[in-house]
């Protein structure tokens, strides 16, 4: 009896394993088709359709550091630089070596008059590769920011 019970125990334990890992990648792979849809409503200047969403990607699956970054863009277009700084650090946590987001919360921190962590990060983001952040860079050195 003892051995039956094991056994549908390990069935039982395996179901679940599988049944967890299958659901997160259908979360992963619905938060990506969401934020798709989003980041085309954001090109066609439809930001609140595209906030919508993102905000949806980031419910399916809040470990999507892509939704995170464009939910950063969303902010930084509205001005919200604080709320804008919070999602591409979230990125940013979630993917150490993403260039972009480094340079836009770079400029989210120039924005909201934080120089020092604005050229951090653009130091950070071109030491990663991102191209074109000399102008950035040079702005950091004329204003006596390291």
Same mark, same amino acid.
């Given at each position: 009896?003892?051995?039956?019970?094991?056994?549908?125990?390990?069935?039982?334990?395996?179901?679940?394993?599988?049944? /967890?890992?299958?659901?997160?990648?259908?979360?992963?792979?619905?938060? #990506?088709? /969401?934020?798709?849809?989003?980041?085309?409503?954001?090109?066609?200047?439809?930001?609140?359709?595209?906030? =919508?969403?993102?905000?949806?990607? /980031?419910?399916?699956?809040? =470990?999507?550091?892509?939704?995170?970054?464009?939910? =950063?863009?969303?902010?930084?277009?509205?001005?919200?630089?604080?709320?804008?700084?919070?999602?591409?650090?979230?990125?940013?946590?979630?993917?150490?070596?993403?260039?972009?987001?480094?340079?836009?919360?770079?400029?989210?921190?120039?924005?909201?008059?934080?120089?020092?962590?604005?050229?951090?990060?653009?130091?950070?983001?071109?030491? /990663?590769?991102?191209?074109?952040?000399?102008?950035?860079?040079?702005?950091?050195?004329?204003? #006596?920011?390291?």
């Amino acid at each position: 009896m003892m051995s039956g019970f094991r056994f549908v125990a390990r069935y039982v334990a395996v179901f679940l394993v599988v049944f /967890l890992f299958s659901s997160c990648a259908d979360n992963a792979e619905k938060s #990506g088709q /969401l934020l798709d849809k989003g980041v085309d409503f954001y090109y066609h200047a439809q930001y609140k359709k595209a906030f =919508g969403l993102f905000k949806e990607a /980031l419910d399916a699956d809040d =470990g999507n550091f892509e939704a995170w970054y464009w939910m =950063g863009n969303y902010f930084e277009n509205n001005h919200d630089h604080i709320r804008a700084i919070e999602c591409y650090t979230k990125a940013i946590e979630l993917n150490p070596n993403y260039a972009d987001a480094y340079a836009n919360r770079a400029e989210a921190k120039k924005n909201n008059r934080d120089n020092a962590g604005a050229c951090a990060d653009w130091k950070k983001a071109a030491k /990663l590769g991102k191209a074109n952040l000399n102008d950035d860079l040079e702005w950091c050195k004329r204003n #006596g920011v390291k």
